[in-house]
């Protein structure tokens, strides 16, 4: 609806004013003092600006890939002159902060990595790996678009000079917005890095974000949806908008485990399953199938969207998202979905066998909460 009202002109007072409230909103949301700054892009403008911005031809940067989004940093890097060494780990596993400790020099200019690489399913440990960085001149870049929203970050506290949110992910509106916070040493770095850069040019949106504007038009009606869910949020939370952040963390890590107690149950096999993130559940298809029939079933009998592998992992994995208020019942229904569509693919379970384990995780989280 907000959307829907929003036909402001972006050089207005009454623009202005929503401009700026977002950008306040997004430091709370984020939990951080840095300046915040947003782009008319989807997430990969904002990890484009954080390579352009903080990197020169030449500079060697290290880059933590375990899925199809670090290989995106590994590329990005490179686009832009970057000598890149990279720490991988296979598809499904997170990379070890031992292993960061081993590669990282001080020659290293900046470190890339996702917090939750949404191709596998798997969380990185950003907070070991930021502690590793402490003290040294190396910057920290986390893509967290589809972490913000349901991981807990001390964005200011660990250390990580920037952090990206994407509008489609968990801030729950349509894609079209990215975001990112920047801290004092990255906006130092800028002072020297020589890469080239315009429409990502963060000096130019933070000078004109601090008069409540974007340097071009941004997405108005993204923006007024932003503020609205930004608002949502803080609703949610009695009034606190890191509250209502925290909430929405919360119902993510729980609907995730109540998704992997189920999974299991029903005899397949996590596919992140050492370091399993909130925001979504991989999960191996069945042996022999191709998890194509899995994500078409579902679309057919019920109507409901999860997510093929991406690249190689196409037909190995489906995805279940949690990101944004899905709740109880929707990772209820999902479940007893999931159920339905193996049994019309030809797996042997037991009806209900996912749905109890998923019920007896919620207990045990609402027991804990109480
Ligand atoms: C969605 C996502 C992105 C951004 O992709 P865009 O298509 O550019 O919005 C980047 N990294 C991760 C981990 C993501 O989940």
């Known amino acids: 609806m907000a959307m829907a009202g929003a036909t402001m002109h972006h050089r207005t007072a009454d623009f202005r004013a929503l401009y700026s409230k977002v950008l306040a909103d997004l430091r709370v949301f984020i939990g951080t003092r840095n300046d915040v700054i947003l782009?008319?892009?989807?997430?990969?403008?904002?990890?484009?600006?954080?390579?352009?911005?903080?990197?020169?031809p030449g500079d060697r940067v290290l880059v933590i890939s375990a899925g199809k989004f670090g290989e995106r940093w590994e590329a990005l890097a490179r686009t832009f002159g970057c000598q890149v060494d990279t720490i991988r780990a296979p598809y499904g596993?997170?990379?070890?902060?031992?292993q960061v400790k081993e590669k990282l020099t001080p020659a290293h200019s900046v470190v890339y990595m996702q917090a939750t690489e949404s191709s596998t399913g798997v969380r990185h440990d950003v907070a070991s790996i930021a502690r590793l960085l402490k003290g040294t001149d190396t910057l920290l870049v986390v893509d967290a678009i589809t972490g913000l929203g349901t991981t807990n970050f001390n964005v200011d506290g660990w250390g990580i000079d920037v952090i990206i949110g994407g509008s489609q992910k968990a801030?729950?509106?349509?894609?079209?917005?990215?975001?990112?916070?920047?801290?004092?040493r990255a906006w130092r770095r800028m002072e020297i890095t020589r890469n080239p850069r315009y429409y990502f040019d963060l000096r130019k949106e933070r000078k004109n974000g601090a008069k409540g504007e974007s340097s071009y038009t941004p997405s108005t009606v993204l923006v007024a949806g932003l503020s609205a869910a930004l608002d949502y949020l803080r609703e949610q939370g009695?009034?606190?908008?890191?509250?209502?952040?925290?909430l929405l963390i919360a119902n993510a890590e729980k609907a995730a485990l109540m998704t992997r107690c189920a999974a299991q149950s029903l005899g397949l096999r996590l596919f992140a399953e050492d370091s399993p993130a909130s925001a979504l559940t991989a999960i191996a298809s069945p042996k022999g199938m191709d998890s194509g029939k899995i994500v078409k079933l579902f679309r057919e009998r019920f109507g409901a969207v999860i997510a093929n592998g991406q690249g190689e992992m196409k037909g190995q994995l489906f995805r279940i998202a949690h990101l944004g208020f899905y709740d109880y019942l929707d990772t209820i229904s999902m479940i007893g979905a999931l159920e339905h569509v193996l049994i019309e693919a030809g797996v042997e379970i037991e009806l209900g066998a996912g749905l109890c384990s998923a019920q007896q995780a919620f207990t045990v989280l609402e027991q804990a909460a109480a």
């Open 39 to 56: 782009f008319t892009s989807s997430g990969t403008g904002a990890m484009e600006a954080s390579v352009c911005n903080l990197t020169s």
């Open 93 to 98: 596993q997170a990379v070890s902060p031992m």
């Open 171 to 184: 801030v729950m509106i349509p894609p079209g917005l990215a975001y990112c916070s920047v801290s004092e």
């Open 238 to 246: 009695g009034g606190d908008l890191t509250a209502g952040r925290d």
